[in-house]
């Protein structure tokens, strides 16, 4: 089992930035892939931005150039560094790990709000 808390949720004004922390938990070793995952109102969950941990990462064509996914194997941390905010970036944010032999996990989710 592998529990995730997401973290650095909040309001910002647009073309501000942010930055999301994800802590991974129990069984850590298994972990393959880190990924962060939104749900903005009305529209399904999408993906923003997945790390492997090698360190390949893939975006969403929505937030390339404006947001940065990074991890830290040692500490077991998933960083997602959001830049040039805009309105529709509001979602929550969901923290996802897959392991290697394929169980997934989610963290509960954390609030961005992003203002015109």
């Known amino acids: 089992q592998v529990q995730l808390v997401e973290s650095g949720g909040g309001l910002v004004q647009a073309g501000g930035s942010l930055r999301l922390s994800c802590v991974a938990s129990?069984?850590?070793?298994?972990?393959?892939?880190m990924a962060w995952y939104r749900r903005a109102p009305g529209k399904q969950r999408e993906l923003v931005a997945a790390?492997?941990?090698?360190?390949?990462?893939n975006y969403a064509d929505s937030v390339k150039g404006r947001f940065t996914i990074s991890r830290e194997n040692v500490n077991n941390l998933v960083y997602l560094q959001m830049n040039s905010l805009k309105p529709e970036d509001t979602a929550v944010y969901y923290c996802y790990a897959l392991s290697y032999g394929a169980a997934y996990y989610w963290g509960r989710g954390t609030q961005v709000t992003v203002s015109s």
């Open positions: 790390i492997t941990s090698g360190g390949s990462t």
């Open positions: 129990g069984s850590i070793s298994s972990i393959n892939r």
